[in-house]
């Protein structure tokens, strides 16, 4: 479940989405994906998130990125599951971040 071809289609559907969405839903998730990005960021580098950042972040799980991957099929997948599998490029490394460790 990783080749980049598979995280290309995914990125590439999200942006598609984006695209076509209200100006509120695009910028909902563009501030999602940049708290999304620092609050794994700080995971990953085992740091503790402070709890505006934890807020935010829980808020952003709940609305924004669990749409996002119900609509991509990945709604029960843990980050767990996509260790290793992502391609190399850095757009990916950071969709893979921002909404796979909520």
């Known amino acids: 479940f990783g080749v980049p071809r598979i995280w290309e289609k995914f990125h590439s559907a999200i942006n598609i989405g984006v695209q076509n969405a209200t100006w509120f839903k695009r910028q909902s998730y563009r501030l999602a994906m940049k708290v999304g990005e620092s ?22 799980s709940g609305t924004i990125f669990r749409k996002t991957k119900r609509l991509l099929g990945i709604s029960f997948a843990k980050p767990k599951d996509f260790w290793g599998s992502i391609g190399r490029g850095l757009h990916f490394r950071e969709l893979h971040r921002s909404i796979l460790m909520c």
């Open 39 to 60: 609050a794994a960021r700080k995971k990953m580098n085992h740091q503790r998130l402070s709890f505006l950042l934890w807020s935010i972040n829980q808020l952003a």
